[in-house]
């Protein structure tokens, strides 16, 4: 099996930063294209950014300029730096990955359990 593990999530005032950790773990044969998501009471998961096995990434216009998405591959894990943050970024947020499992080189995303970012006004 595979385990998306996120951590880092919590409280900050608005204005402030915090930095969230996804680490994969398990039968995995190669990581492929790996996100970040988040979730706000009473709405959809929405993508936030996701990045490419190269380095590639892409960002939600409300997050430009402000988060930033980043991957080590050998380590495998991903990581968002949210800076600048309001009350708006309020959500519990997951990290997906598309993997390529090692038992049966079969391709399938997977979802970490989430972690809860409350940004305080």
């Known amino acids: 099996q595979v385990q998306l593990v996120e951590s880092g999530g919590g409280l900050v005032q608005a204005g402030g930063s915090l930095r969230l950790s996804c680490a994969a773990s398990?039968?995995?044969?190669?990581?492929?294209?790996m996100a970040w998501y988040r979730q706000a009471p009473g709405k959809q998961r929405d993508l936030v950014a996701v990045i490419g096995r190269g380095g590639n990434t892409n960002y939600v216009d409300s997050v430009k300029g402000r988060f930033t998405i980043s991957r080590d591959n050998a380590k495998k894990t991903v990581s968002l730096q949210m800076n600048s943050l309001n009350s708006e970024d309020t959500a519990v947020y997951f990290c997906k990955a598309s993997v390529v499992r090692s038992d049966t080189l079969s391709s399938r995303d997977f979802w970490g359990q989430g972690t809860q970012v409350t940004v305080s006004s």
């Open positions: 398990g039968r995995i044969f190669r990581l492929d294209d």
